[in-house]
């Protein structure tokens, strides 16, 4: 049944463009029951505004139309084109993917009948066939019971067509993540797997003393540090087999540089004095507790801890350039492009015509969009330190810039 709309509620739905500041003091002054009527209308007017856009993704991905911006799959296209995260632009792309297939959801929620959740939920189940019924289901059920619906009918399809599960064994299900933004580790074992390293880092942990007040799961991941170090340790009397780079301050590593300075350093002034590469911004405890056990990498920075230029004196980046490359970057620098993996040092201008092996025209790219960029139709340019610009066949232009977390740590003090 559509809402009826009170006067300030139907202003502020027509208004062409209202400012922040006037649109506060709009819904400030309605009464509880035009907030909810108001309410009502603009998820109405959301949902409505969401299956159009999922229709269109869906048809930009049957055209492949992404590729003119040069993505590599809808969702990238999308995280980047509407400043969306990366798991919001995956959920778009798969059910707008789907979405042509199932009209009638589609259209519910266009009515403001169903929510996106809801029609997410059952997207991958429904059939020609079985949607109008889950799009009845989905008017009165919650989102956590279409879902429980939807598993269902996944297993029971998969069984009365002899499917083996898509997850396949519990071997082919196992990983291993670290979350450089996090700083955290999950995993999905194997029983036998999972059971052998949780007893290994329990027998560790017998090993250490309880001191009655550090919580388990504390104690057990020094447990887990420590078969890490001892690992390291039996592996060679030279060192760690394993690189840790730390960029800091000199001033940070001297303990004797007077008692004004090492105040500073040791956190009194600043809470930061450098950053663990790929891992984030560190103090200076930090700093001195790696330094007493570590080998120690130097890299000679400029002003603003811009590591090594090389100017034409060499082709490829030294060691020490890409690893700084690395720190800037984090990942490819097309614009959305989150791949951190297979990924290349590229010059900006190329070396051969004139292009410096310095830092502000070397640019970390994917293996895909290292190839593009060569390509007729292509062009980049910039200075990698600040902004890069990108522009494609199609015409439009798009800019990437460093880390923010880079920008912070190497930007001028001001």
Not at 383 to 405: H, I, K, Q, Y
Request: charged share 25%.
């Amino acid at each position: 049944m559509p809402t009826t709309l009170t006067a300030p509620a139907a202003a502020l739905s027509t208004a062409p463009a209202v400012r922040g500041g006037d649109l506060i003091s709009a819904v400030a002054a309605e009464s509880n029951a035009e907030l909810a009527s108001g309410l009502d209308e603009d998820f109405a007017q959301m949902c409505a505004a969401q299956g159009r856009f999922l229709v269109r993704l869906g048809e930009y991905e049957r055209r492949q139309a992404f590729r003119d911006d040069g993505a590599t799959c809808l969702e990238s296209w999308t995280a980047e084109r509407f400043g969306v995260s990366a798991a919001s632009a995956r959920t778009y792309a798969h059910v707008g993917e789907k979405a042509w297939d199932i009209p009638v959801l589609v259209g519910s929620l266009c009515a403001g009948d169903i929510s996106f959740d809801k029609v997410r939920a059952v997207a991958d189940v429904a059939t020609p066939e079985t949607e109008r019924d889950l799009c009845e289901q989905a008017k009165g059920l919650s989102v956590r019971e279409l879902g429980d619906i939807a598993r269902s009918a996944a297993e029971l399809a998969r069984a009365r067509s002899g499917s083996p599960s898509p997850s396949g064994s519990a071997h082919d299900r196992r990983y291993l993540r670290c979350n450089d933004t996090f700083r955290t580790i999950s995993a999905q074992l194997g029983a036998e797997s999972y059971a052998e390293a949780k007893a290994c880092i329990d027998a560790q942990l017998e090993q250490i003393p309880s001191d009655a007040e550090t919580p388990l799961d504390q104690r057990r991941c020094d447990a887990f540090m420590t078969l890490i170090h001892s690992s390291g340790a039996e592996a060679t009397t030279k060192g760690r087999p394993f690189l840790v780079v730390a960029h800091v301050p000199l001033a940070a590593l001297v303990e004797d540089s007077g008692a004004g300075e090492t105040s500073h350093l040791a956190g009194e002034h600043s809470a930061l004095a450098g950053e663990l590469e790929q891992a984030g911004l560190i103090d200076a405890e930090t700093v001195r507790r790696i330094a007493c056990d570590a080998t120690v990498v130097v890299a000679l920075d400029d002003d603003v801890g811009h590591t090594m230029y090389e100017g034409r004196a060499r082709r490829f980046p030294s060691d020490a350039q890409r690893r700084e490359v690395l720190r800037r970057d984090r990942q490819c620098r097309f614009p959305g492009c989150a791949n951190a993996t297979f990924t290349n040092v590229h010059h900006i201008v190329a070396w051969k015509p004139g292009g410096r092996t310095d830092l502000d025209n070397l640019a970390l790219l994917c293996l895909f969009h290292h190839g593009m960029v060569h390509r007729k139709g292509w062009t980049m340019s910039g200075d990698a330190n600040g902004e890069l610009t990108f522009v494609g066949p199609s015409g439009r232009v798009m800019t990437s810039r460093p880390s923010a977390l880079w920008t912070r740590v190497t930007g001028p003090s001001g």
